[in-house]
């Protein structure tokens, strides 16, 4: 027997509002997506075909949604970092802070951070979602195939280009900052 519809959103909740963050960059839509997302599950509950599969059929609802969404709005989200304060910036990326790090180690960290989200939500949606589910998420090519209706040898293409993707858009905000990536780090 599989998993029922409660059991399933107390375990993937969290991860899908995640996700769903990572993608659009703000937090009331996230929450917004997140309870489309859920309903549209429990609308559909009945056409699980594949109980195990639970996940990245969770997934596919969120990510479909939110490219309905973008798509809806014609341009993604994007933020600048130089435009925006560091309490205007969603929670996208989760640094560890450690509790033994000094207080100018935490700070570094959060910067850190807040640049990485900067960098991350100017990218294609398709280039952030594939970083978001394979770094991020942890999760293997077949699953993100899955998640985006790609083969597998697309989805590896795709996680080497938005990772190349997000290398170059490190280096512009850093040669907007006019500083280095050792200023980061």
């Not at 609802?61 to 709005?73: F, K, M, Q, T, W």
């Not at 993604?76 to 180690?105: G, K, N, R, Y």
């Amino acid at each position: 027997m599989g998993v029922s519809f409660t059991e399933a959103y107390e375990s993937h909740v969290d991860a899908i509002y995640r996700f769903i963050l990572r993608l659009l960059g703000n937090p009331t839509d996230a929450e917004d997506m997140t309870a489309e997302t859920f309903l549209r599950a429990y609308q559909g509950w009945s056409e699980l075909l594949d109980p195990e599969a639970v996940r990245s059929w969770l997934f596919r609802i969120a990510y479909n949604g939110c490219i309905d969404l973008l798509r809806r709005r014609q341009n993604a989200p994007t933020i600048s970092f130089d435009e925006t304060t560091s309490e205007e910036m969603p929670q996208v990326l989760d640094i560890p802070l450690v509790s033994t790090d000094s207080p100018l180690t935490r700070l570094m960290r959060k910067e850190s951070a807040e640049f990485l989200q900067a960098a991350l939500l100017r990218l294609r949606p398709i280039d952030r979602t594939v970083l978001v589910l394979g770094e991020l998420e942890d999760m293997p090519n077949r699953e993100i195939a899955q998640i985006i209706q790609r083969s597998e040898i697309a989805v590896k293409s795709l996680r080497q280009r938005a990772r190349n993707a997000l290398r170059d858009e490190v280096l512009r905000l850093l040669k907007q900052r006019d500083t280095s990536i050792e200023d980061l780090f």
